[in-house]
């Protein structure tokens, strides 16, 4: 079974791929379609080698490795961005994708909450992330004490928690928390945190899957050489030229 997933692909026709649902970076519509910027991505490369469709799996963040390594999924097309301790886990491809990382707060950030260095400074302030998630991760690696974290399952969650006050901050990327809050104007969604790291993302392969990953990386270099690759991008709100030059060697050191 070494390295076999492009074959299989290839004969079946289709990959399984980890999704999230949080736009702009995974959406399941409402007639069941996975899209968003990393699975049109994901299509658009596989479509170039062979594999015309992909059928999403929605899980946590939290789950998508452990869930590829089990075979539950063939690869994770989530956002599911790049750090050491991931990366010694998975195969990334080449990155398609960097953004950045918000606070979504109470109208008027009334504690002020602005970036990582501020929460820790204010042991009063409690901040919401993903279970798992890139972001609980910046909050760990800055020693921000567990009592200040409030752990939450999804998006949807991390809003309510703000909105009845269990947490003062929602800490998610940027994209991300602007689409949750379009019509809610009881919470903002704060400047680009400038103290969390690079959050850039590409295609999570098994370690096993040597070819499929080596064939990937070849396509998606091909794609990005041609419009289709921008379009993608700008549809979804991201700006292709942030993850110009961006390697995925250079986003594995993130801790
Ligand atoms: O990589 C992650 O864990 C994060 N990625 C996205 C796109 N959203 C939240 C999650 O924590």
Known sequence: EEGDTLATGREQGFLQVGVANEPPYTEITASGEVTGVEPDVLRAVLKRLGIPEIEGVITPYDQMI????AGRWDVVAAGLFMKQSRCAEVLYSEPD???T???GVPAG???NITTVK????NPDVKVAVL???FEEGILKGANVPEGQRVTVRDGRSGIEAVKAGRADAFFLPTLSLNELVENDPSIEVTQAVEDAPKTGAGAAFRKADTTLHEEY???LAALKATPEFGEILTKWGFNPADVEGVTTEELCQNP
């Not at 452990?66 to 390594?69: F, S, Y």
């Open 66 to 69: 452990p869930g590829l390594k």
């Open 97 to 99: 994708i960097v953004s």
């Open 101 to 103: 990382e918000s606070f």
């Open 109 to 111: 950030n009334p504690k």
């Open 118 to 121: 501020s929460v820790l400074e």
């Open 131 to 133: 279970s798992g998630g």
């Open 217 to 219: 990386n070849k396509e």
